[in-house]
């Protein structure tokens, strides 16, 4: 889950991802908003950069929101490696938002620091009330939720989507999961060797997973895993799958098979293809 590897064939396939609905829909340089402190008092990483279609103004029903959730281990990764990945999908007809969140500080003593997943949801909502706050703003109306997550952003996004689904600010249509993390210990644990290798996780953070929180009213999941993932075993991703399909929750499952967690082997890249078909298809029926 580690930023530094995973990143930059993420952000390539991102792009081609969105690149790939240019022909579908087509809107203008995006307005942007950058750097917006979702809370008082706000550390340094909690804000988000909101894009907004130039036409957005224009629109009079209701426009889909798209937040990114940036991975790297709960440890690291910035926001703003997914403002062009934003700017795209909001030239597609999206508000579309990037957030940073809380961290856990690796230099600072476990003793000495407390951060749960819940105080990275938390920032999860704040960042979407900003996000709707600025819309009304612009006098634009807000109709549903697309999240989308990678690696340790993917476990926030499906987190959120099952444990916050009551309280979510919008509804959410559906999640896009690239790389996440599905266990983070117990029956499932499948990272422990890699979180307690040279900077370690604190224990406390690992007592929630989204294998466990599944539910039958759970929004849809996009999947893509890469079946050569040394941190993510694809069986515990089956698994999680399986759990899914249990719950009658709708969910399409796209394997990498030449793919480890960066899933950016190119011979794979045809399953991004099918992933744009199924996201658009996801929007008309859950958007």
Request: hydrophobic residues 40%; negative net charge; proline residues 5%.
């Amino acid at each position: 889950m580690t930023e530094s590897r995973a990143l930059p064939g993420w952000i390539s396939q991102v792009i081609l991802f969105v690149l790939s609905l240019a022909t579908l829909l087509g809107f203008n340089t995006p307005q942007t908003y950058r750097n917006l402190k979702y809370v008082e008092n706000a550390a340094p990483r909690q804000m988000v950069d909101i894009f907004f279609p130039e036409s957005a103004k224009k629109i009079k029903e209701p426009v889909n929101v798209f937040l990114m959730i940036h991975g790297g281990g709960f440890q690291g990764g910035e926001k703003e490696a997914y403002d062009g990945v934003c700017i795209e999908m909001a030239k597609k007809g999206f508000v579309s938002a990037t957030m940073g969140y809380r961290l856990y500080d690796k230099n600072t003593p476990h003793e000495e620091q407390e951060l749960y997943l819940e105080d990275m949801l938390d920032d999860m909502d704040n960042a979407i009330n900003t996000i709707i706050k600025k819309m009304d703003e612009n006098g634009v109306k807000p109709n549903k939720l697309i999240i989308q997550g990678y690696s340790a952003g993917a476990i926030l996004a499906m987190l959120y989507s099952c444990t916050r689904l009551e309280t979510c600010p919008l509804e959410i249509a559906f999640i896009v999961d690239q790389s996440g993390p599905v266990a983070l210990g117990g029956t499932y644990g499948l990272i422990e060797e890699h979180l307690n290798a040279e900077n370690p996780l604190p224990g406390y953070l690992l007592t929630n997973s989204p294998i466990e929180c599944v539910r039958s009213d759970m929004p849809p999941v996009i999947i893509f895993h890469g079946l050569n993932d040394d941190i993510v075993k694809v069986d515990d991703v089956r698994a999680y799958v399986a759990k899914l399909n249990e719950f009658n929750v709708p969910n399409d499952l796209f394997i990498f098979e030449k793919s480890d967690h960066d899933l950016d082997t190119k011979e794979d890249f045809k399953e991004y293809d099918k992933g744009f078909e199924k996201f658009m298809e996801y929007v008309k029926l859950y958007g």
